[in-house]
């Protein structure tokens, strides 16, 4: 048997260590110097007691890869400067930033009313709840050919503060859209004293979050997920990685709001509410589903919402097929408050309308396929067709599977559509 000297040994170790260190850093080395990427680091510092934040936006950049960045800035910003050239018009701006990058920064108001009735956005000196597109205006860009983003989000908080997003956080976050080559942070930030817990559920990291001292029912909510998500990954086999929900009490909006994987819920919301719908579930529903509609079909997406948040309670076993039934039953006297179905915005009695015909079109698939197809099948058609829904959509998609324009999804039975229903081509 031939041995190493034990000093040869420790030489030979050191310099495979070296080795694979020094490999490390040229990886690192070659992923950060993408020749088609500019570097973009967002830094957001609030300042509690005035209800303000900070944004800086640094651009790094070799050479002129981002010309242009078109932000369209609501009247709450304010401040805006930028390196370079700044050309400010009402309702948008335009900063085009120094070939070898710049700093652009604005400030924020950002408490905000909803309808009158409590705040959708907050910052306070205790906590702070908004949404990331409130502090940082959508914007679209202007690049050598190719060229992408290479996004990061900081927050610089005051003493005894933490902060929560809908984003994997090491310090700092790396914001990654594959869909988009500007990546811009989105979704609910809560940000303050916070309790968080956090589980791994169905697949998707879940964290429920919120201020301390606010009776959030952080365990409550991540139990009602641990019965229901399960149901959720049946529907759209391909859920997001993350789901944050965020909660507070007063003087936040007391209700319900999604966003890309994370949602907002009042502290005093019911989890399930006394005639067994669920907030929190619709709005993940919400969440989950992704969909927009065309002006005036604002019923489906939240009729779809409303009928799969009764159905994760009903079949996860949470409530029982006679309550499942007095739920609808509920909702279906509800709907008699509708006089129409169509309109720009659904309100409670359209959507309760809405989830009659849902229910309806549902049991016709069932009944006509034999069992095999239900309204599940259509949803996810909808989801991976990827376009704002219309009538016409939701009805070829309903055809597609039991072979003709079905009957729950005649213009007599959608009061108030016929106005703005298109004629879809059927089979």
């Keep these: 048997m031939n041995c190493i000297p034990s000093s040869r040994l420790r030489a030979l170790l050191l310099c495979t260590l070296l080795s694979a260190a020094c490999g490390t850093q040229v990886a690192d080395s070659e992923e950060a110097a993408d020749p088609l990427a500019y570097r973009l680091d967002i830094v957001v510092q609030p300042r509690p007691l005035d209800g303000m934040v900070d944004v800086t936006m640094r651009l790094t950049q070799s050479r ?198 994370s949602l907002f819920l009042h502290a ?23 969909l927009d509609s065309e002006d005036g079909y604002d019923w489906i997406i939240e009729g779809l919402a409303e009928f799969y948040s009764l159905q994760l309670l009903v079949r996860s076993g949470t409530i029982s097929a006679t309550r499942h039934a007095a739920a609808l039953q509920d909702l279906a006297e509800w709907a008699q408050d509708a006089s129409s179905l169509c309109g720009l915005h659904s309100t409670g009695p359209r959507t309760a309308l809405a989830v009659g015909v849902m229910t309806q079109l549902d049991a016709e698939i069932a009944q006509k396929t034999e069992g095999e197809a239900s309204l599940d099948d259509v949803t996810w058609a909808l989801v991976q067709l990827g376009e704002d829904l219309d009538l016409a959509g939701l009805i070829d998609s309903a055809a597609g599977i039991i072979g003709h324009k079905p009957d729950a999804l005649h213009s007599g039975n959608l009061p108030g559509c016929r106005s703005i229903q298109p004629e879809p081509v059927t089979n």
Excluded: C
């Design 64 to 261: 002129a890869l981002l010309r242009e960045l078109r932000l369209r800035p609501d009247t709450r910003i304010s401040r805006l400067r930028g390196d370079g050239e700044l050309v400010q018009d009402p309702g948008q701006a335009r900063w085009l930033p120094p070939a070898d990058g710049g700093t652009l920064s604005w400030t924020v108001a950002v408490p905000h009313r909803r309808n009158g009735d409590g705040y959708d956005a907050w910052l306070g000196a205790d906590f702070g709840l908004f949404r990331a597109e409130d502090i940082i205006p959508r914007a679209s860009s202007r690049t050598l050919k190719g060229a992408s983003s290479d996004t990061r989000l900081r927050f610089r908080l005051p003493a005894g503060w933490t902060v929560v997003t809908q984003y994997r956080d090491d310090g700092t976050i790396r914001i990654d859209n594959p869909e988009r080559r500007l990546d811009l942070p989105s979704g609910w930030i809560v940000m303050g004293d916070l309790g968080v817990r956090r589980e791994q559920i169905s697949g998707m990291r879940v964290a429920v979050a919120g201020p301390v001292g606010h009776s959030i029912r952080r365990l409550d909510t991540l139990a009602l997920l641990n019965w229901t998500l399960p149901e959720l990954a049946r529907i759209v086999p391909e859920l997001p990685p993350r789901l944050t929900v965020v909660s507070a009490g007063d003087p936040m909006w007391r209700g319900g709001l999604s966003a890309p994987q």
């Design 268 to 290: 005093a919301r019911p989890l399930i509410s006394e005639n067994a719908t669920s907030t929190l579930l619709h709005e993940i529903m919400h969440m989950a589903l992704g």
